[in-house]
Each structure stands twice: as structure tokens, then as C-alpha cells.
């Protein structure tokens, strides 16, 4: 799995500078989107406005010079990415909390200081990502527990017509998400070291190498599984996700578009059955098509929230009506699936692409870490990491925006939503950490005389 | 692994490059449409906080937004609701009609006229005003048409409309029975759409505007169409002697069905009568021999450039289209001449004719929206008279004008004479059509008839407690259509 000599010679460097000015940056647009709302609801900045940018600060300060001591050589660009999304998130949470007098964003502060907390604990615990790979199947059991727990009566929840929370006391949370990091994990171990088995054995068939059938047991129980969170959990969007992760990690470890043949088949096997058995995909898809009929009490409201959201992100055209100046609150439940509807109507298109691309940033530089990464755990992992977030802002923008049917995911760092900005801050702790391993400078072989004499090499890292 | 890498971040970066074109297209390119769904309650809402602009007549509000002290911060209101409903319309959290929809865009400043000003507003940072809107409607006049009208009867079923014949300005349009917009205003929104419903399904459907939506046989009065288009054909003038008698058989029947008679009025009874008289008393035999001698085809031709089949209002809407048949046979061809068969005309057409004979027979585009203003009184943009149509020639119209003054002064169109001005006019009374239920009563008249300032057109759906034998055009219509002229020309 060692790169080539280019690489090799090639020293990155820690550029933890240009993190830091970025960082500022990302706390301009948190600070300033949070002010604005201020200005554009009640014509004042908002009282606490040094308090809150303090604490964001804070926040942000922390997490950098914890990235610089443990991380030094880890991605510049996606702790400042992470922390603008945050930022504008709360501030577009705030907006719609002044609408609606709920108290969202004092909640969501919290669970971003959570989210930070676990993420420095994450880079100062795991000092090598390699370490994962001994829980390669404790992970994957940890998954299945999670995915099943909102089945257990009297802890799980049906919220929306989607059984995927849990109540344990007064806190409450998507085990999807957190089940989606250890997939990761348990898929990158897997299939790391059942690769070439997968890889070599097979046979070709119109050009295609197809699978031998014995190696088709991992790919039809992760299909399952999948399947499963549908059926019994009917969340679409989970299941959609899962599945696609483990395809591209499938696809990546054994390098046979084969596989991604096989993966569609299933997919979409998977979906006709889906829409002929289950009514809440039938909905989803007629709403889909045909959303302004199902707009109406009458017609049971059932696409209300997806067609004021278009009617929002239309109003809001190229720039947007403002912060505070629009009415995202007549799209229910704004805060979480729907943030984009607001920030569409809000910041206008504008503000749209500036978001997606911010997205592109993050699933861009997890693939560079995993281009550069020298092992293949470190690789499948980092793929697996930014294929995750690339697939659930796909599934989730693309259903706010009438692209796809709407499925139900939040959107990462922006949505409402505590066990979601946990996840993800730990993730993108993870992609830090392989891109640190990926990007600190070679191990040197050291040839001095005393080393000679040995049998063996001793390999120092810098 | 790296080549399935490059290749993954390839189909990712196409899934965010949809998620881009999307978001262009919902945002820039539908946008449009989008805001102008009707589901669509944020345009109106926005609209409902905003100081929509005044509707103007002669200076006055007759729409106007006044602070509110609840969340909209406006309230629409009428001053002079019931007289100037069918107009104005109104503007409900709803929906709107009139005036309000058909110059939305001016009086809410959406308007690109009003782009410089919502620029201002903009580095002022003021909230934007709408446009202001200055109607062609002549108070006097629509005070005379309404009051005059309503004077018939509390439950009276009819619509007035007056034209200013050299330009199309429309002076007066009434419409009864009506209804009060300031209760579909209402911020109240249970009770707009109490009243609304209430309103929507009165069987006396007061929400019609009966000046352009209603359309309905215009009996006698179209005998000035057929006169036109017997005068243009060049075997007649003023003078001539015309046939007539007391019944006329249509061609192609037989026995009662195919008679026609003139209802009475002996002065149509000899063979032949001078033009003069068949006006006067609306001889039907006379005039159902006209339209037969110019044929289907040329009263087709002369409905039409009179302005029958054709929509030319564009500043009220929905416009109920006036009807002339295409096709007919010798005795439906007979019926027409007296404006029977599928003959149907809005009042707002019939005060056309009248205008256009008195506009030496050019027809104008009759126009409601004079001016329309920024919130700061600049003219932004002023209506133009334009010509709708050349319906028949000078000298036609002034032979016609000679037979309509004639019936004011000796026949049936009496009621409306004035003193020392010569006045044009023709009465109406059409069949309903229906078993049972009374004529419609018609006048359609202009004055001075040597230099015409107004042409009015009144119709009367039906009187309650009137039976058939007092519905008259000339009775009826006559005194209300001459308030309209005297408001006017005095």
C-alpha cells in the first residue's frame, strides 16, 4: 500500500497559520449572520452579541490550538469549513427561535460545545486512527445495537412517522447518527482485509467482472440491514445512506465497478419493492411529483412543509430577502430538515451555493486525506467519511430542493438537532486525524553506523 | 485504491453540481412562477404589510391603505364602497379582484415603473410605498348612474356604463346589486371568508361586475348595428323608405314560430316606412328584412368590427366576451337584426356602439386606468386613447345619428331629452329567452349628438316587484341614461 516516491519526497506543510485566519473568517460569518438576524427581526443588534461571538470564539480557539498541538500537519481548511457552517447554522436556528418563540438555539449552543468537547477528546485520545481497526466488529455490533434500539418499546420514538429517536430520561437522540460513524469503522476493517477476496475471485460477464456468489454475503446483509431501517424504522433516508456508504467503500477497497453494478441492481430492486409495499414511500414520491396536490388541509397537507420551502427559497431568488427579513417560519419544522428552505428564502441562491460548496470543501479534502493516506485502513475510513457526508447532503438538499424525493436526514452542522452536530464534529475529529497521519513528513530511514550493525532497521518518526 | 477515489470524488462532485443547477433552477428560473402560485400566502402577506397604493378618481381615494395597529400595519379601505365595488374590487389576505388585481403590481411598488423609487426606498431605507392609480371615472357621473339605478327598486338586478366616445375613457360603470370590499379587507380573516362565501353563492351574485361580465340578448338596441350594417351596405340612407308591415314571415318557416310582429305598435304597419319611422318605433319586421338583405356574413362583419367576439378591456378582468353567431341561416339571420337568436352583448359593448356612432364611427379601446403615479405624485405613466376599430364610415354615423336623434325626439327613446341639447339614443326591451321571467330593459344613447361628449349604456336585469308589461327600456333606462349625460356634459 506504500505510495510512490513523489509522495514520499514530497513534505507538506503544517499550515496551522492559515487555519487560524480562516478561522476567523468562519467567525465573521457566524458572528456577523448572528448580528444580522438581530438587526433584520428587531432593527438592533442583539444584546448578547459579545457574550455569544465570545463563546464562539472560545469555542473555535479551543479546538485550534488542540488541532495544533496534537494535529499539526491535519487539513487546514476543514476546521474553519466545519465551524462557519456551525455558526451560520445557530444563527439561522436563532432567527427562526425569534419567529417562533422556541429556544432552539441556546440548545443547539450547548451541543456545539458538546460537539467540541468530544472532538478535542477524539484527536487527543486517538493519536493513531489505525487504532480503530481492533474494533472492527465491536463497532459493527455497536451499530446494530444502535439501529435497533428505537424498536424497544418504551425507549424508542415515532417522530414524523419515522421510528428513529430514543428517550433515555429527559435526553433524546438519533442513533442514526452516531451508528453511521461506527459503520464506517467496521466497513473500512472489514473490507481491508477481505479486499482481495472480494477483488480476485470472479468471473466476467459482458465485459463486467462480476462477484463470485459466496463473496456476495457481506453486500446482501448490509443490503438487509438496510432494508430493515426502512421497513421497521421507516427512514428512508438512513437507509439510503447506509447502504450507499457501504457500496462506495465496497467499491473503493476492491476497485471493480462491478460491485457498483451489483450495489445499483439490489438498490433499486430494493426501491420497487419499497414503493409498492410501504405507503410512506408512495407518499413521498407523489408529493415529489406532484407537490402542489397535496399542498392543501384538505389533501391532508402532506407536501405543506416541501412546498413552502420552494415558495420560501422562489421569494428568496438570487440574494435573498435578508436575514430576518423573510418568513421562513411558515415552513414547519425549519430548524431541522428544512434549514436549507430558511437559508434559501433568507440568503437567496447565493447563500445556497456558498453552502453546498462549503459541503463540496469538506468531502473534497477528506478524499485528498484518503488520496495521500499510506495505509488502507486510514484510506477506507477517509472515503467512507466523506462519501457519508457528500451522500446525506445530496439526500437532504436534493429533497428540500424538489430534486429527489424527500427522505428525511438533517443537514450536517446546520440542523437543529444534538446527536447529529456530536456525530459529525467527531467526524470531521477523524478526518483530522488521518490527514495529519496522512500529511506529517515520511518516516525517515535512519543509516547511521550504528544502525548498520543491526539486523534490523530502525524507522524514527519525525 | 486511488483510482476508485478519483473516481468517487468524480460522482460526488456531479451530485453537488446538481444540487447547484437545481437550486439556479428553482430559485432564478422558477421563481417567477413560483410567486405567482396562488397557494402562494407569502407574496400577499408581504403585500398585506406594505402601503399599498391609492386608487384615485378625480383625485379622490376611493381605495386608500390607512395604519393598523395590528401585525399587517395597513388596512385596506373603501370610502365609497358599494358605488365603486365592481371597479375597484377588492383586496382580500385571499384573493383579489378589479382594479386591485388587474394594477397589483403599481399599487403594491412591484411595478418596473416604480424600480427608481423602490431603489430610493431602498438606500433610505424606508419601507416601499406602491404606486397610486387615477381612474378615468367621472364622479358626477358615477354618482348619477348609481344613484339612479338604485333609485328602481332595493333588489334591482342592472349595470350602467358610460364612455367618453373620442377617447374610450370610461366615465361611469355601475353595477348592482354590490357589496361592500371593506369586509373582504378585513384583517379579520374567518369573517373575509364567511362573507365571501356568503357573497359567492347569493343567488343575486353581487360580486359580478354585470357592466363587463354579464352578457345578455340586446333586444332593440342592436337594431343600430343592423342599421349600420345596412347603411354601409349603400342601398340606404337616413331618408330612405324601408319595408316594414305588421308581421313579417320569416323565410323557411311556417305558421307562428316564423312570424314576427312589432308588438303593438301600429306605426310599423304599412309596407314601406321612412327609415326614420322604423326607428322610432323599433320596427322588428323592418329590421329583421335588413339583416336578411345584408345576409349572415355582412352582420357578422359589422358585429365584429363594432367589437362583438373580441376581448379589449385590459385594465378590469375577467371580461365576459360579447357574442355575434357565425353561420346563420335566412330566418336565424332575420332574428338577429332585432337582436334576438344568440345575439348576447355586455353593457360596456353596447355603450360601444353607441360611442363609436357618435365617434363618427371609429370605435375607441375603452380604458379604466388614467394615470398611474408614484407614492410621491409623479407621473409614471399616462393611458394613451387608442383605436379599436373603424365600425362604419363618417358618413354612415351620421345618417345613424340622425335616426337615433330622431327616436329621442319622436319615438320610444323619449325619456331621455334634454332641453336645448339634441340628444341620440335607442331604446331596448329583449326577450329573456326563459319562460316566466321578465325582458331585459336596454337604452343606449349619446349627447350633444352634433359633438358628443358621452355614450351611456344602461341595462336592467330585472325590477323585483315589476311585472313584464311595465319593463321598458325606454321607461326605465331613459331618465338614468340621461343623470348620466346631463352629469357629464353640465
Not at chain 1, 467503500?249 to 453494478?261: C, D, F, K, N, Q
Amino acid at each position: 500500500m506504500s505510495q510512490s516516491g513523489v509522495i514520499m519526497e514530497f513534505v507538506h506543510r503544517r499550515r496551522r497559520g492559515a487555519e487560524l485566519f480562516l478561522l476567523v473568517l468562519a467567525l465573521a460569518v457566524g458572528v456577523g449572520a448572528y448580528a444580522a438576524v438581530g438587526l433584520g427581526v428587531d432593527e438592533e443588534v442583539p444584546a448578547d452579541i459579545i457574550g455569544y461571538g465570545g463563546w464562539l470564539a472560545a469555542l473555535v480557539v479551543v479546538a485550534h490550538v488542540v488541532v495544533r498541538f496534537v494535529a499539526p500537519y491535519a487539513d487546514p481548511v476543514l476546521l474553519p469549513v466545519v465551524a462557519a457552517l456551525n455558526g451560520l447554522g445557530l444563527a439561522v436556528i436563532r432567527r427562526l427561535d425569534l419567529a417562533e418563540d422556541t429556544t432552539f438555539a441556546r440548545q443547539q449552543l450547548t451541543w456545539m460545545t458538546v460537539g467540541v468537547a468530544l472532538f478535542v477528546l477524539t484527536l487527543l485520545l486517538l493519536r493513531d486512527h489505525r487504532v480503530l481497526q481492533r474494533f472492527t466488529y465491536t463497532s459493527g455490533l455497536a451499530a446494530l445495537i444502535l439501529l435497533l434500539l428505537p424498536l424497544v418499546p418504551g425507549i424508542g420514538t415515532d417522530i414524523n412517522g419515522a421510528q428513529i429517536w430514543i428517550h433515555a430520561g429527559p435526553f433524546s437522540f438519533q442513533p442514526g447518527e452516531i451508528a453511521k460513524l461506527l459503520l464506517v469503522v467496521t466497513f473500512a476493517g472489514y473490507l481491508v482485509l477481505h479486499r482481495d477476496a472480494l477483488a480476485l475471485a470472479g468471473r466476467r460477464v459482458l465485459f463486467v467482472d462480476l462477484p463470485r456468489g459466496r463473496d456476495l454475503g457481506p453486500i446482501l446483509l448490509m443490503w438487509l440491514v438496510s432494508l430493515g431501517v426502512l421497513v421497521f424504522e421507516t427512514d428512508l433516508g438512513s437507509s439510503l445512506l447506509f447502504f450507499g456508504l457501504f457500496l462506495i467503500m465496497l467499491y473503493v477497497s476492491t476497485e471493480r465497478a462491478g460491485w457498483l453494478i451489483v450495489g445499483t441492481v439490489l438498490f433499486l430492486a430494493g426501491a420497487m419493492a419499497a414503493y409498492r409495499v410501504e405507503s410512506h414511500v408512495q407518499v413521498r414520491v407523489d408529493t415529489w411529483l406532484h407537490p402542489f396536490d397535496y399542498y392543501s388541509d384538505a389533501s391532508g397537507g402532506k407536501s405543506f412543509q416541501l412546498v413552502e420551502s420552494m415558495f420560501g427559497m422562489g421569494w428568496g431568488g438570487l440574494l435573498g430577502r435578508g436575514l430576518g427579513l423573510g418568513m421562513p417560519d411558515r415552513i414547519p419544522r425549519a430548524e431541522s430538515d428544512f434549514i436549507m428552505g430558511a437559508i434559501g428564502e433568507e440568503l437567496g441562491l447565493t447563500g445556497m451555493i456558498a453552502v453546498i460548496l462549503l459541503y463540496g470543501l469538506i468531502v473534497e479534502r477528506a478524499f485528498r486525506a484518503s488520496l495521500i493516506c499510506r495505509d488502507g485502513f486510514g484510506k477506507l475510513v477517509a472515503v467512507g467519511l466523506g462519501g457519508v457526508v457528500a451522500l446525506q447532503v445530496f439526500v437532504v438538499i436534493g429533497g428540500v430542493t424538489r430534486l429527489i424525493p424527500l427522505t428525511g436526514l438533517t443537514t450536517p452542522f446546520l440542523s437543529y438537532g444534538g446527536s447529529s452536530l456530536v456525530a459529525n464534529w467527531v467526524l470531521v475529529a477523524l478526518l483530522l486525524r488521518i490527514s495529519d497521519h496522512a500529511r506529517r513528513p515520511a518516516p525517515m530511514l535512519v543509516t547511521d553506523d550504528e544502525a548498520d550493525m543491526e539486523t534490523t532497521q530502525v524507522v524514527k518518526m519525525a | 485504491m486511488n483510482k476508485p477515489i478519483r473516481t468517487i470524488s468524480i460522482f460526488c462532485m456531479l451530485l453537488f453540481i446538481a444540487l447547484m443547477v437545481n437550486a439556479t433552477y428553482l430559485q432564478y428560473w422558477q421563481s417567477d412562477a413560483l410567486d405567482k402560485n396562488p397557494l402562494n400566502r407569502r407574496i400577499i402577506q408581504e403585500a398585506f404589510s406594505r402601503e399599498r397604493g391609492a386608487i384615485l378618481v378625480d383625485g379622490k381615494p376611493v381605495a386608500v391603505s390607512n395604519e393598523s395597529d395590528d401585525e399587517y400595519k395597513w388596512q385596506r379601505t373603501y370610502p365609497l364602497p358599494y358605488k365603486y365595488a365592481p371597479v375597484t374590487g377588492w383586496f382580500s389576505y385571499y384573493s383579489q379582484t378589479g382594479v386591485e388585481q388587474s394594477q397589483n403590481d403599481v399599487l403594491s411598488g412591484d411595478d418596473s415603473r416604480l424600480f427608481v423609487t423602490r431603489l430610493v426606498d431602498l438606500v433610505n431605507g424606508n419601507q416601499t410605498k406602491g404606486g397610486r392609480v387615477s381612474l378615468t371615472i367621472d364622479p358626477d357621473a358615477q354618482n348619477a348612474a348609481f344613484d339612479g339605478l338604485s333609485a328602481l327598486g332595493p333588489d334591482v338586478q342592472g349595470a350602467v356604463v358610460a364612455l367618453e366616445p373620442t377617447t374610450g375613457k370610461i366615465l361611469a360603470m355601475v353595477s348592482l346589486p354590490t357589496y361592500d370590499p371593506n369586509k373582504l379587507a378585513s384583517h379579520d380573516f374567518s369573517s373575509v371568508s364567511q362573507t365571501y362565501d356568503q357573497l359567492n353563492e347569493d343567488p343575486a351574485k353581487p360580486l359580478l361586475n354585470r357592466a363587463i361580465q354579464t352578457t345578455l340578448p340586446p333586444g332593440s338596441t342592436f337594431k343600430l348595428v343592423t342599421a349600420a350594417a345596412a347603411i354601409e351596405s349603400g342601398n340606404w340612407d337616413a331618408s330612405s323608405q324601408v319595408p316594414a308591415g305588421a308581421t313579417y314571415q320569416l323565410p323557411e318557416t311556417r305558421g307562428d314560430t316564423g312570424l314576427i310582429d312589432n308588438e303593438g305598435r301600429y306605426q310599423c304597419d304599412p309596407k314601406r316606412i321612412s327609415f326614420e319611422t322604423a326607428m322610432e318605433w323599433s320596427c322588428n319586421t323592418t329590421f329583421a328584412q335588413l339583416a336578411i338583405e345584408v345576409g349572415a356574413e355582412g352582420m357578422y362583419h359589422q358585429a365584429e368590427a363594432f367589437g362583438f367576439n373580441d376581448h379589449y378591456l385590459d385594465d378590469l378582468g375577467p371580461q365576459a366576451e360579447s357574442a355575434f353567431p357565425a353561420g346563420t341561416n335566412k330566418p336565424q339571420t332575420g332574428q338577429t337584426g332585432f337582436g334576438q337568436f344568440d345575439v348576447r352583448a355586455t353593457p360596456l359593448q353596447m355603450a360601444m356602439v353607441a360611442a363609436g356612432i357618435a365617434n363618427g364611427g371609429t370605435v375607441m379601446k375603452p380604458y379604466l386606468v388614467d394615470e398611474v403615479q408614484s407614492a410621491d405624485l409623479q407621473t409614471l405613466d399616462k393611458t394613451e386613447p387608442s383605436e379599436l376599430s373603424r365600425a362604419v364610415s363618417p358618413t354612415t354615423a351620421n345618417e345613424l345619428t340622425k335616426l337615433m336623434v330622431a327616436t329621442v325626439n319622436e319615438g320610444t327613446a323619449s325619456p331621455a331629452a334634454m332641453d336645448g341639447i339634441e340628444v341620440a339614443g335607442k331604446t331596448g326591451t329583449a326577450q329573456s329567452g326563459v319562460e316566466g321571467k321578465p325582458p331585459y330593459a336596454w337604452f343606449v344613447s349619446f349627447a350633444p349628438a352634433d359633438d358628443p361628449q358621452v355614450a351611456v349604456a344602461v341595462m336592467i336585469e330585472s325590477v323585483p316587484g315589476k311585472d313584464t308589461s311595465e319593463i321598458a327600456g325606454g321607461a326605465l333606462g331613459g331618465p338614468i341614461a340621461k343623470a348620466v349625460m346631463e352629469a357629464v356634459i353640465r
